[in-house]
């Protein structure tokens, strides 16, 4: 039961181009919603976050939205950068307990 | 000086064997954390401890027993290890257990159980 989904294993950007990186949900009682990064052989990092109470959360080049309705978020970065290559996981929490549910990570290439 | 450090980084042992992951935190956080990362990438909790005290114990063989000395160190040990049980085991730790509090995760430690 993956409550947490990013249907996209990989997506590969131009330099400089945006980045869209997307997550579905199905429990709608989760009531914050993180973003983490991944290299090769590290532990995620995290990277964003945003309140089921707010639409729209940036920071730098990340941005993340939130579609609640649509029980949908997004994380656009811009410009894409070849740092940014890297695993991103989308992260739920707040159901109740004290889990936090990841889904499977999408790999994000950028090509110089 | 690293933050949430894991031992060992790698461990190939074979079946049956007990082994043990160490986990150690340095951020004075009050709450830790046991995943592991399976075949298919995902990242599934397996034990949280807040100050020592087990809050979350998911559907997790009992051959897998988490262990807390003190707040800044969360332990994992597996008895009778099973080919299941390769994987990267990941432990984080957070400020406190509420959902708006990011996580810190160690580097992974990679099992193979030949």
């Known amino acids: 039961d993956q409550q947490v989904k990013q249907n996209s294993p990989s997506l590969s950007v131009q330099e400089g181009r945006i980045s869209i990186l997307n997550c579905d949900y199905t429990?709608?009682?989760?009531?914050?919603f993180l973003w983490y990064k991944k290299y090769p052989a590290e532990g995620p990092t995290f990277l964003i976050s945003?309140?089921?109470?707010?639409d729209k959360n940036e920071d730098g080049r990340f941005t993340v939205f939130l579609n609640k309705s649509a029980k949908h978020l997004s994380l656009h970065i811009v410009p894409s950068q070849p740092g940014d290559s890297a695993v991103y996981f989308c992260?739920?929490?707040?159901?109740?307990?004290?889990?936090?549910?990841f889904g499977a990570g999408t790999r994000l290439f950028v090509k110089a | 000086d690293t933050a949430v450090s894991q031992t060992p980084k790698y461990l190939v042992t074979q079946m049956g064997n007990d082994k043990s992951i160490k986990c150690e935190q340095n951020?004075?956080?009050?709450?830790m954390y046991w995943y592991k990362q399976d075949s298919k990438k995902f990242l599934k909790i397996m034990f949280s401890?807040?100050?020592?005290?087990?809050?979350i114990n998911e559907t997790v063989p009992n051959r897998f027993s988490p262990k807390s000395p003190d707040k800044a160190h969360l332990n994992l040990h597996i008895n009778s290890l099973e080919l299941g049980d390769s994987a990267v085991y990941f432990c984080?730790?957070?400020?406190?257990?509420?959902?708006?509090?990011?996580?810190?995760f160690g580097p992974g430690t990679r099992l193979t159980v030949l």
């Open positions: 429990n709608s009682m989760f009531d914050y």
């Open positions: 992260a739920a929490s707040g159901a109740g307990g004290f889990k936090t549910i």
């Open positions: 945003i309140s089921s109470i707010k």
């Open positions: 401890y807040n100050n020592k005290e087990l809050i």
């Open positions: 984080a730790s957070s400020q406190d257990h509420a959902s708006v509090n990011e996580q810190f």
């Open positions: 951020l004075g956080h009050d709450t």
